[in-house]
């Protein structure tokens, strides 16, 4: 990772020469996600140069109100896409849950990175050490500002209440380790393996009590649309297995016309690995573009999340929905 402006100047129409400039929020988990994709890039490519500019979006300036309470679905991506659109950066690293599932066309995914794991974690309080949600006291708070994992958990573990709790991952363990106020807190385990705070796991919640998000646990990069340089540069980092269940995660989401506001969670499962080779196709599938990887096990995907989506829908989905959102607006 080199920072040297020296080869922008120089022969910019080398490949070699060209630095590749890769925006990213400016929270420490976000930084870290960055920094492990730029490796993967610098180990394909160690002729590149990569230069990180780091921003501020509106969701980590918004510290006080519940996420989906903001109710604004790009609240994490508007700023880094601007600074992509102003060729101020050629590609942008999100985590893929907090991409819409219908980006503006001049964008693209040009990849979804292995997932690491999509499951939910409990942190405790230290006095709480060695406990598990079932074992906590009556009345305890969790801390959480996602519905999906309050609506899921509250049902399970009907003893516990639910708050909201915003900021980074930093400010959120402060809070926990520094306040009476909450007994446990819920974070996504990806995140706190990638913060190197795995330690901190009481509890990992399985698919059996609590389904993951969307997306959850999957790097995904965002380029423009149109630079074929960068989109054919970055698209070695799809891993074929995230991408065909991302798909059908992020196509039963749209389907169902989530956002971050309402509580739609899933589990996946790839159970035929075999992809056989297909045409190369432009298509944009949920916003993903993957041309080397098999359209017709792409295509497969996101059928089988608009098939889920509608037999939900058929069976009253819509309704739920249309309520959470109500319970959203007036909370
Ligand atoms: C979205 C949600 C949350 C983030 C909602 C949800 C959690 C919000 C909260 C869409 N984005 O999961 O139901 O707890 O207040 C976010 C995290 C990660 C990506 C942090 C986390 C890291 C893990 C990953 C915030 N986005 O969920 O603990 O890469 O999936």
Redesign the pocket.
Known sequence: MSESGDAAAGDSNSPKMRVIRVGTRKSE?ART?TDSVVKMLLNLYPGLQFEIVAMSTTGDKILDT??SKIGEKSLFTKELEYALEKNEVDLVVH????LPTVLPPAFTIGAVCKRES?YDAVIFHPKYAGQTLATLPEKSVVG??????AAQLQRKYPHLEFKS??GN?NTRLRKLDEQQEFSAI???A??LQRMNWQDRIGQLLYPEECLY?V?????GVEVRAKDQEVLDLVRVLHDPETLLRCIAERAFLRHLEGG?SVPVAVHTVLKDGQLEDGPEDDVQRVGITARHISQGAQMAAENLGISLANLLLNKGAKRILDVARQLNDAR
Do not use: E, F, V, Y
């Open positions: 988990l996600q519940a996420l985590s893929l849950k907090d999509p959480t500002s996602s519905l999906r994992r709790i915003r991952l819920i974070l996504a990806a995140g998000a997306g959850q646990g999957a790097l971050c």
